[in-house]
């Protein structure tokens, strides 16, 4: 090859931010790192608190509406109506995400949109299955999303 002869490789991947860190992320939702470590995204962990902490303050009568929340926090009770709504999400689907084990493909963006209520559905609608009861792992289906 001559010195001035360009050589351009495309490799199809995209960077995501996944909890503080930019990681990539190959065109089958797959995480791109060659051993995939838990990576913990610390922005999902702290929605799913706080959809549990006001989902308890209004099951005590604290609060008596997601209004009252919205005054309380300082902010719009639009917010909080989505947020809360994470404490409708599977408990394997919960559990995945605060050990790090969501796919990488699965963002807040995603939890914050509408989604079904039946926990099966959400897996699917997720692209995701049941917890790997073996290897604790949560598995990413080979069909995309939609």
């Known amino acids: 090859m001559m010195a001035n002869e360009v050589v351009s ?3 199809p991947m995209t960077f995501k931010k996944r909890g503080g860190r930019k990681v990539i992320v190959l065109p089958d939702g797959t995480q791109g790192n ?13 929605a799913l608190a706080r959809a549990f902490r006001w989902q ?3 099951e005590n009568g604290i609060f008596g ?7 309380a926090e300082r ?12 404490a409708l999400l599977a408990p394997d ?21 509408p989604f079904p209520v039946q926990w099966d559905r959400q ?3 997720f692209s995701l299955v049941a917890i790997d009861r073996t290897s604790h792992s949560l598995l990413n289906q080979s069909s995309p999303r939609h």
């Open 9 to 11: 490789i495309n490799v």
């Open 34 to 46: 060659p051993a995939p470590r838990a990576t913990i995204d610390n922005t999902m962990v702290k």
């Open 56 to 58: 308890a303050l209004l």
């Open 65 to 71: 509406c997601l209004d009252e929340i919205g005054k």
């Open 75 to 86: 902010i719009a009770p639009s917010f909080v109506s989505r947020v809360i709504r994470l």
């Open 93 to 113: 689907i919960v559990d995945a995400i605060l050990d790090g084990r969501q796919p990488a493909h699965l963002t807040l963006r995603d939890l914050m949109g």
């Open 123 to 125: 897996r699917q609608f």
